[in-house]
């Protein structure tokens, strides 16, 4: 190794400047490459690089397609013994920004054998740690967890880890950035075992910036509704009953919200939360919803349409600059609801009304984009569904479909529309009406 990277104070630099992996609360981006030894940009990210420190001759590395992807699996050749962690002593301070996946990456049983080396005093700039491993290789995280710990990605699918997540709190007490999965848990036992420990973690947090987690109890939810610290909120599914007393701040500097529930909960959440400054919203709804709210088989999809009294709500948040509702068959949007819509959301970039299966002949038409081009100039995409039977044109000819949004939105520069995401799909072509082909 050459001599000026024996110098603490050099490495440090060096690390500072190339450690740019940014954390996003909703979304990480991994990639495990073949990088050098020397490579420290790789190194101050992926726990894998780091354990490459060790002397060549140590340990094996043998990579193995899975699927789509490459994972590099790690065995040792002989004991270790102290002289060989000198590299990895030398870079540990260094680090900032850890990232372990065993779905990319193996170093198990080299792990197992450097125990003993490891200790959280090894790495006492660590403020993030992404730890996507389960059950017999998760306790290695244990090396990982230090004071000085602020943002962590972690799986919590058995009781081991619920166990670790639940004094998450007192090990690392300035987290203020929590992303915990609760996926393929296994029983439902389980699952609210691990609900519970991540909702004991948050409750002894009173610095939370972001969350994101699968649910949490009534009394985690209501803690975190008082924080003036949250900005970010992700929740796969809300309490079964959620009460807010009057007197009390509810969720005071939230600006991004995202959440999967029925429409009702959805609903009443966001009647609790009007004074909520958000600036991002997106719901998912994977129940059907019918207008006696029983799930009964018929075949008219319309039943089955989020209804505009669910929607609603989100109008009086009238920062929001970006929103997106996903649900199984859509909302049920005519003029006057798209045009309510619009005006409430004056500062809206990126309004979004998907469906996952079709929409069934909805009650918007053309026209109703008017008021988006009338009430939201910083309009920068717009997804909505429309029916090309409610025409709202004299002709649905392409021409003038084309003359007319090009008229009402003089910068537009995209079109997409459902025939271009079903492109090559024979079955859900086939059931597309000509017209709307067209």
Known sequence: MHRALQIPEIVDRICTQLDTRTWHPFRITLEVTKARLG???????????????????????????????????MKLLRPLKDADFERVRLYAPCIHHLFSDSNYADPASVLSATS???????????????WEHKASDFDFIHHFLGPELTTIRVLCTT????????????????????????????SAQMVSVAASAVSQCVRGLNGLKRLLTDILDHAALLHISRLPSLRDLKL???PSAFNVPNDQPFFPSLQTLHFTSDPDSMCDFLKLGRGI????????????STPDQTVIEVSDAHDYLIPPSALRPLF?????TSVTIGSEFGVDLDAAIVTDMARSWRH?????????YGTAAPRTTLRCLQAFAQYCSKLTKLGISGDSRRRGLSDFEPTPVAMYLARIFPGLKTIETLIDILDGNIEWEATVLPEASE
């Open 39 to 73: 490579d420290l940009v790789v190194l101050a990210l992926t726990l894998l690089n780091l354990l490459r420190c060790l002397p060549s001759d140590a340990y094996k590395l043998k990579p193995t397609r899975e699927l789509f992807f490459i994972k590099y699996r």
């Open 116 to 130: 003993s080396w490891l200790s959280p005093n090894m790495f006492p700039r660590l403020q993030g740690l992404y």
């Open 159 to 186: 009781r081991a880890a619920s166990k670790l997540v639940s004094g998450l709190a007192l090990r690392c007490p300035q987290l203020n950035d929590i992303n915990c999965r609760i996926v393929d848990a296994g």
């Open 236 to 238: 796969g599914a809300l």
């Open 277 to 288: 400054p958000l600036l991002e919203f997106t719901g998912e709804t994977h129940d059907f």
């Open 316 to 320: 009086s948040f009238v920062n929001l």
């Open 348 to 356: 809206i970039e990126k309004p979004d009304i998907e469906s996952f």
